[in-house]
Structures are given as C-alpha cells and as structure tokens.
C-alpha cells in the first residue's frame, strides 16, 4: 500500500490536480535548495568574507608598527573565567622604544597576571599612539566561518519561507480545483437512474 501512496503526485491518476504537481516540483526544489544551494551559498560568502577578512587584517598590519615594551606597572591577576583558557587582557603602563629612536611612555594591552618588567608587544598607529593589535589568523577564520554559516542558515529560511508562501497558495488553487469539480459533479452525486 505504501508503495502506490508514494508518490502520487508524479503519476497521472484522477484525483491529481494542477496544484498537486506544482506542489510537488516545488518540495523537490526545497529538497535540492536545502541540500546544495544553502551550503553553496554559505561557502561563497565564508570565502569571500575570509579574503576579504585577511585583506583587512594583512593592510592594518602594514599600517601599524610592532615594538617591543617593558611593562612598568602589573596587570591584575588573572581569575577562573567560564572562558576556559582565555585570560582577560588589561591596558597597563608601558615603555618602548618607537621606530625613530626615541623613547615613549604609553599604555599596553596584556593578558592578566603580567608582572612588571615583563616584555609585551605594542602596536602603534601613525601618531605613535598604542592601539588594538591586528586580527589573527585565528579570529579571521572565525569571522569567516560565522559569516558562512549565517549566509547558509539565510538561504534555508529564505527557502522554507518561499516554500510555506507557494504550499499556501498551492492549497488555496486546490481547494478551488476542488470546488470547481463538485459544482460539476454534485448535482449527479447520488442520484439514481430511472
């Protein structure tokens, strides 16, 4: 019984209607936009976004210079976090010598537990201020991947949606359909012949 069930819709039998075989193409559509486009389309847009990612941060580390400080002042100390290994970073006192040889006092940002006299990395702007240090590798493929997946779950809700406006619509042509057939057939229905 199954067998005959499944189907139904593709064969020709007398009670499919036009709807029937919309509604059909369009679940095998859904099915393929599902299964190939959404991924697709996550994996254009998380390569586009890791380029585009890696471009940024490579251009922001030819902007900024790296020199090495000495931390004059300690960090606080780090504390247990839900964040796992993660320590908290701090803007603590610094000194570093710039590019051009002369000597600055700033600000440096350093993981918790830094002890004075510690040597940190700082990076300068243009102005030989100190600044946020330039994406890693790691938060660039972090971007790329959050970006992939929220184009792929994107194109699955704009599927699914599109696929509840046209079932929708589907129904309402088929009740019609329906509606149609038994003004047709309605008068006849039950009446026997003299």
Same mark, same amino acid.
């Given at each position: 019984?199954?067998g005959?069930?499944?189907?139904?819709?593709?064969r +020709?039998?007398?009670?499919?209607?036009?709807s *029937?075989?919309?509604?059909?193409w369009?679940v095998?559509?859904?099915?393929?936009l599902?299964?190939?486009?959404?991924?697709a389309?996550?994996? #254009?847009?998380?390569?586009? &976004? $890791?380029?585009?990612?890696?471009? $940024?941060a490579?251009a922001?580390?030819?902007a900024l210079?790296?020199?090495?400080?000495?931390?004059?002042?300690?960090?606080?100390?780090s504390?247990?976090?839900a964040h796992? *290994?993660?320590?908290?970073?701090?803007? #603590?006192? &610094?000194?570093?010598?710039?590019? *051009?040889?002369? /000597?600055?006092?700033?600000? +440096?940002r350093?993981?918790?537990g830094?002890?004075?006299?510690?040597? &940190?990395?700082?990076?300068l702007?243009? &102005?030989?201020? /100190?600044?946020?240090?330039p994406?890693?590798?790691t938060?660039?493929?972090?971007h790329?991947? /959050?970006?992939?997946t929220?184009?792929?779950?994107?194109?699955?809700?704009v599927?699914?949606?599109?696929h509840v406006?046209v079932?929708?619509i589907?129904?309402r042509?088929?009740l019609?359909e329906w509606?149609?057939?038994? +003004?047709r057939?309605?008068?006849?229905?039950? $009446?026997?012949?003299?």
């Open positions: 019984m199954r005959q069930v499944f189907g139904w819709r593709w +020709a039998n007398p009670l499919r209607r036009r *029937d075989v919309v509604e059909a369009t095998l559509c859904v099915v393929l599902l299964v190939l486009g959404a991924p389309v996550g994996v #254009v847009v998380g390569r586009w &976004a $890791h380029g585009d990612a890696r471009a $940024h490579t922001e580390r030819a210079d790296r020199v090495s400080a000495v931390i004059v002042e300690q960090a606080p100390a504390v247990p976090s796992g *290994d993660r320590q908290p970073k701090y803007w #603590v006192g &610094a000194r570093w010598t710039e590019p *051009d040889g002369d /000597s600055r006092t700033g600000e +440096a350093v993981p918790a830094t002890e004075r006299g510690d040597r &940190a990395d700082v990076w702007d243009d &102005a030989g201020r /100190s600044v946020q240090p994406p890693t590798d938060a660039v493929w972090q790329a991947l /959050s970006m992939g929220f184009a792929t779950g994107g194109t699955a809700a599927v699914l949606l599109g406006v079932r929708r589907t129904l042509h088929r019609d509606e149609r057939e038994w +003004a057939t309605g008068p006849d229905w039950g $009446h026997r012949p003299a």
